[in-house]
């Protein structure tokens, strides 16, 4: 018998409340200056389908209500944990005072590879996200843990930064 598409009834997907209950894995994501409200939208859907712990919104990026969000988040905004923090800077060094271990994803000098990346067990992490043309700013990376980045084999410099948080969820939760 050939496979069959599954129906969203078959899928059984957590209603919004159960989700908001449900526990989360151990980290969280930080968009800082992110320009795209449709690539903050996709961020959210990320966010809820890999049940991240919280999403922080910094700098000039979009936040909740706003179309454009809501289109690509489709619904995500009301089950995924979200707040602005306008200082990325100090956003991150009160996570690292708090245990979170910071990883910015950019390519940088010192960075590693996806594939090497190994999290510490028990950790929770914070990944950064930067703006779509400029990247992570100097200063995050700088105060970062660690610098991630993802192999890339073609001819682009970068990958949209909503893929990237896709890749940077499915991995860690891989490896933890």
């Given at each position: 018998?050939?496979?069959?598409?599954?129906?969203?009834?078959?899928?059984?997907?957590?209603?919004?409340?159960?989700?908001?209950?449900?526990?989360?894995?151990?980290?969280?994501?930080?968009?800082?200056?992110?320009?795209?409200?449709?690539?903050?939208?996709?961020?959210?859907?990320?966010?809820?389908?890999?049940?991240?712990?919280?999403?922080?919104?910094?700098?000039?990026?979009?936040?909740?209500?706003?179309?454009?969000?809501?289109?690509?988040?489709?619904?995500?905004?009301e089950?995924?944990?979200?707040?602005y923090?306008?200082?990325?800077?100090?956003?991150?060094?009160?996570?690292?005072?708090?245990?979170?271990?910071?990883?910015?994803?950019?390519?940088?000098?010192?960075?590693?590879?996806?594939?090497?990346?190994?999290?510490?067990?028990?950790?929770?992490?914070?990944?950064?996200?930067?703006?779509?043309?400029?990247?992570?700013?100097?200063?995050v990376?700088?105060?970062?843990?660690?610098?991630?980045?993802?192999?890339?084999?073609?001819?682009?410099?970068?990958?949209?930064?909503?893929?990237?948080?896709?890749?940077?969820?499915?991995?860690?939760?891989?490896?933890?």
């Amino acid at each position: 018998m050939p496979p069959r598409k599954l129906s969203l009834s078959d899928l059984n997907r957590l209603s919004v409340d159960d989700f908001k209950d449900a526990e989360k894995f151990s980290y969280c994501l930080i968009l800082d200056d992110i320009r795209s409200l449709n690539n903050v939208g996709s961020v959210f859907r990320t966010a809820d389908a890999f049940r991240a712990q919280k999403l922080y919104l910094c700098g000039i990026t979009g936040q909740p209500p706003h179309r454009d969000i809501t289109k690509t988040a489709l619904g995500a905004t009301e089950s995924v944990d979200w707040q602005y923090v306008g200082d990325v800077v100090a956003l991150i060094r009160q996570l690292q005072a708090d245990g979170w271990v910071v990883a910015a994803v950019e390519q940088a000098d010192g960075s590693v590879s996806l594939t090497d990346f190994k999290p510490e067990l028990n950790k929770p992490y914070a990944f950064v996200l930067g703006n779509e043309v400029t990247g992570v700013r100097e200063e995050v990376v700088q105060l970062a843990d660690v610098v991630l980045e993802i192999p890339q084999f073609g001819t682009k410099h970068s990958l949209n930064v909503a893929v990237t948080t896709g890749i940077i969820c499915w991995d860690f939760l891989q490896k933890t």
